[in-house]
């Protein structure tokens, strides 16, 4: 599965989109994008996942560039209770490694 | 439905005690894991199961044993508890099938320590 470079922490004030980057320049062809975060210690809870088009679902928006080398997760309206470790993802559907490999996310703080 | 249920949330164990962690999934998936977090770090696999009856290694299986008797359930077992598996475990599964994506829940997590 392709390698995931993230910013280690990044700050939104509340009621603000909170866009969060990530980068997967050796992605493949036939790999999704996946978004996940973790609060606190809780057990991590999917966001969104992408292939190629943009994706928006209740949570949040994934945009993913053309080249498919880069994405963004949108959060539109940041809330206290976002504040969480943001982890991108990029993984095949089927085959290729169990080794989901989370790395270390970057940490949202969402400000009052 | 409950989505993915650990049993139990904390637990303090002794050095050389034994005890397994309960999981499991009410969504119909086919595969379900195991991972580990120590603190300030990500998720390690523990073992992984692609459907009853059939499980395998992930990164880090020494000192636990796993079964899939059925395709709800996925417990793990500690046979000899050491205080490096003090760590907060998680059990996940997803429906893995041909370009459907593969969305893995996660559980709520179960805090072991061992002293």
């Known amino acids: 599965d392709a390698k995931t470079t993230q910013p280690p922490s990044m700050d939104c004030a509340e009621g603000r989109a909170a866009n969060l980057p990530c980068n997967h320049s050796?992605?493949?062809?036939?790999?999704?994008v996946y978004w996940y975060r973790q609060i606190h210690s809780q057990g991590p809870q999917y966001i969104i996942h992408?292939?190629?088009n943009n994706e928006t679902n209740e949570m949040a928006s994934l945009i993913i560039t053309e080249d498919r080398k880069s994405s963004t997760l949108i959060l539109p309206h940041a809330t206290l209770r976002d504040t969480a470790v943001y982890y991108c993802?990029?993984?095949?559907?089927?085959?290729?490694?169990?080794?989901?490999?989370f790395g270390k996310g970057t940490k949202l703080t969402v400000n009052p | 439905n409950a989505g993915v249920t650990q049993t139990p949330k904390f637990r303090i164990l002794k050095i050389g005690q034994s005890m397994t962690l309960q999981c499991a999934q009410d969504?119909?998936?086919?595969?379900m894991y195991w991972y580990r977090q120590d603190p300030g770090m990500g998720l390690k696999l523990i073992y992984y199961?692609?459907?009853?009856?059939?499980?395998d290694k992930g990164e880090v299986p020494n000192g636990y044993n796993v079964s899939r008797s059925t395709t709800e359930d996925f417990p793990l077992r500690l046979e000899l508890a050491a205080p490096s598996q003090t760590s907060v475990y998680f059990c996940?599964?997803?429906?893995?099938?041909?370009?459907?994506?593969?969305?893995?829940?996660f559980g709520e997590g179960s805090w072991l320590t061992v002293v």
């Open positions: 199961s692609v459907g009853a009856g059939i499980t």
């Open positions: 993802i990029v993984r095949r559907p089927q085959g290729g490694s169990e080794k989901l490999v």
């Open positions: 050796t992605i493949s062809g036939n790999e999704y």
């Open positions: 969504m119909n998936h086919n595969y």
């Open positions: 996940a599964s997803s429906y893995r099938g041909q370009n459907s994506g593969n969305t893995i829940y």
């Open positions: 992408g292939l190629k």
